[in-house]
């Protein structure tokens, strides 16, 4: 058996673990390129830990601490109370307003999982008393954070963006926010329409008075301060995302607006050390030619013409099972260049925005993070039940919308 066989079959192990178990496929893929690269391709540690994504680790460390702390000290939750109690509990506009207050938050910074956690609670309170579905709800809501989850300055649009650098296509930033974005607002826009229909008339009779939020305290203030000029800064002045991170994060805790250990201990390392750790193993295939063979199972799956709409369906199929950011995009988005080639066409653009746009929409899965953080928030056993199964089926659902949608316009939004 080649080496080349040897790597990409470390590869399919490493996704099946990813969808069946709970332990951390970044290990499993460092220590898998470790063995497989030094002992069986023989090549030196230093090639083999060369594959480690060491600034994409260093930026999302970043960007996570930044937010950590604007996490740990209420920032964020503050700032989604004020935004509440702009539409004074009107029951028709709450599930519009959960969506684009998740989007933002997730766009801001911290990303879908993170904003989901600090929303949904909040979220499924009010829409309880207003005897909104809770299906809707948690629909809103991680429909929304994932809308926002691909911005450039968020953890995961770093991820893609990088992973796309890699494959060759730079630039591409706000393309590749646009297509997430729009995919998910569409899917979002329906389940409300369905609920508006069903519930117009009695939600119309029912009015929910929401308590004006506590004022900012100085902690607060200066942690929105900074974030908003690290926004800035990144926007116009092209500073490094994660490097800038790091410096706002610390004039920050410098001045005590939060404890840095509580912030270092909530940052998302687990998620960091699955992506560092199957881009080595990534970085190994491609140095075997282990990555060439799984570009050509992919090709013989479609045409030049139906790739969009395939590679959309198998990475949200996979991505109902295991990690979008820390599997699903460090695994595929590399594999474009080969697999243009192999398939004698194709946009890659428009592939990369079906990768990501396929495997992201079904992240309201109860057996994704996104989905579960919903699920947890609902306390009665009977209704949480019957959410469960409503989400799979919406999460399942979503493999098959991802496909037609990415078929139909992911070529569009690339050619814009």
């Not at 332990?23 to 540690?45: E, K, R």
């Not at 809308?147 to 706000?174: H, K, Q």
Request: aromatic share 6%; glycine share 8%.
């Amino acid at each position: 058996m080649s080496i080349a066989v040897v790597s990409l079959l470390a590869l399919i192990l490493a996704l099946v673990l990813s969808m069946g178990s709970r332990i951390n496929v970044g290990l499993i893929a460092l220590a898998l390129a470790w063995l497989i690269g030094v002992y069986l391709a023989d090549l030196p540690v230093g090639t083999v830990l060369s594959g480690f994504p060491t600034s994409l680790f260093l930026t999302l460390a970043g960007v996570t601490l930044l937010f950590g702390i604007a996490d740990t000290n209420g920032t964020l939750e503050t700032l989604a109370h004020h935004a509440m109690a702009l539409i004074r509990g009107n029951p028709l506009a709450m599930p519009v307003l959960f969506f684009f207050i998740a989007c933002l938050l997730s766009a801001a910074g911290p990303g879908a999982i993170s904003s989901t956690a600090l929303i949904i609670p909040v979220a499924m309170s009010v829409g309880s008393r207003l005897q909104l579905p809770p299906l809707l709800v948690s629909l809103m809501v991680a429909n929304g954070a994932n809308a926002g989850n691909l911005s450039p300055i968020s953890t995961v649009g770093i991820i893609a963006n990088s992973r796309m650098d890699i494959a060759g296509i730079s630039d591409e930033a706000f393309k590749v926010f646009f297509a997430n974005f729009i995919a998910h607002l569409l899917v979002a826009g329906a389940a409300y329409l369905v609920f508006y229909l069903k519930y117009r008339q009695p939600a119309s009779s029912l009015h929910l008075d929401i308590t004006a939020a506590a004022p900012m305290d100085k902690p607060q203030k200066m942690t929105t301060v900074v974030i908003a000029a690290w926004i800035a800064a990144v926007i116009f002045l092209e500073l490094h995302v994660g490097l800038s991170a790091f410096a706002a994060a610390c004039i920050l805790l410098i001045c005590r607006t939060a404890d840095e250990s509580k912030v270092i201990a909530r940052m998302p390392w687990p998620v960091m050390l699955m992506v560092g750790g199957v881009a080595t193993l990534i970085a190994l295939l491609d140095e075997t030619g282990g990555m060439e063979l799984f570009t050509n199972l992919l090709s013989a799956l479609s045409t030049s013409d139906s790739i969009y709409g395939v590679i959309a369906f198998i990475t949200g199929a996979i991505s109902a099972y295991s990690s979008t950011s820390g599997v699903v995009m460090p695994a595929f988005l590399p594999t474009i260049p080969s697999l243009v080639e192999n398939l004698g066409g194709g946009d890659p653009l428009a592939i990369a925005l079906s990768i990501n746009v396929g495997s992201s929409l079904v992240d309201v899965s109860p057996i994704s993070t996104i989905g579960a953080i919903c699920l947890a928030t609902i306390s009665d056993p009977e209704r949480s039940r019957k959410v469960f199964i409503q989400l799979m089926a919406w999460g399942l659902g979503m493999t098959l919308v991802g496909g037609v949608f990415c078929q139909l316009f992911a070529r569009l939004i690339a050619g814009l």
